[in-house]
Nanobody, 114 residues
Framework: QVKLVESAGGSVQPGGSLRLSCAAS????????MGWYRQAPGKQRELVAL???????DYADSVKGRFTISGDNAKNTVYLQMNSLKVEDTAVYYC????????WGQGTQVTVSS
């Protein structure tokens, strides 16, 4: 069993930055990849960024060059650094762990508005 605990999101103005963290506990050795997804009101949940156990990363086109996903193996934590935030980045962000099945965090609200 893997449990994910996300940090609080927040509210920022356009152009601002936020960092999200996701701490994993439990059977970490079973995790193949971890990622961040987001869901805006009225829209489907979408992949934002992914990092594999080997350290490979992948990003949605809409966040490339602005967001960075990284992992700290010693702390079993994955981070999402979000820079140059836009209004359209407003969503509930969910941490995800892939280990055969998908495990989800509770979600955290990120709001970008002026």
């Amino acid at each position: 069993q893997v449990k994910l605990v996300e940090s609080a999101g927040g509210s920022v103005q356009p152009g601002g930055s936020l960092r999200l963290s996701c701490a994993a506990s439990g059977s970490i050795f079973r995790v193949d990849a971890m990622g961040w997804y987001r869901q805006a009101p009225g829209k489907q949940r979408e992949l934002v960024a992914l990092i594999t156990r080997a350290g490979s990363t992948d990003y949605a086109d809409s966040v490339k060059g602005r967001f960075t996903i990284s992992g700290d193996n010693a702390k079993n934590t994955v981070y999402l650094q979000m820079n140059s935030l836009k209004v359209e980045d407003t969503a509930v962000y969910y941490c995800n762990a892939q280990l055969g099945s998908s495990i989800w965090g509770q979600g955290t609200q990120v709001t970008v508005s002026s």
